[in-house]
């Protein structure tokens, strides 16, 4: 199991219009929103370092977003 918790995930599924989610399938959009998390986190991060900060910003998740 992944870092975020199975009930929010869940619900995304569901609030897509879901009536029922097997397990299996919060399991696996987990794995896929921690990919895209961690993607957005390392290009986040490499923006900020590039603009000389220690810190990553909201705008700086916002820009590694737009560029994926």
């Given at each position: 199991m992944g870092e975020l918790?199975?009930?929010?995930?869940g619900r995304?599924?569901?609030?897509?219009?879901?009536q029922r989610v097997s397990m299996d399938a919060e399991e696996a959009l987990d794995k896929a929103?921690?990919?895209w998390a961690e993607e957005v986190?390392?290009?986040a991060v490499k923006l900020?370092?590039?603009?000389?900060?220690?810190t990553?910003?909201?705008?700086?998740i916002e820009m590694?977003?737009?560029?994926?």
């Open positions: 918790p199975m009930a929010p995930v995304l599924i569901k609030n897509a219009g879901a929103l921690e990919q986190s390392l290009q900020a370092k590039h603009a000389g900060r220690k990553v910003k909201a705008s700086d590694a977003v737009k560029n994926m």
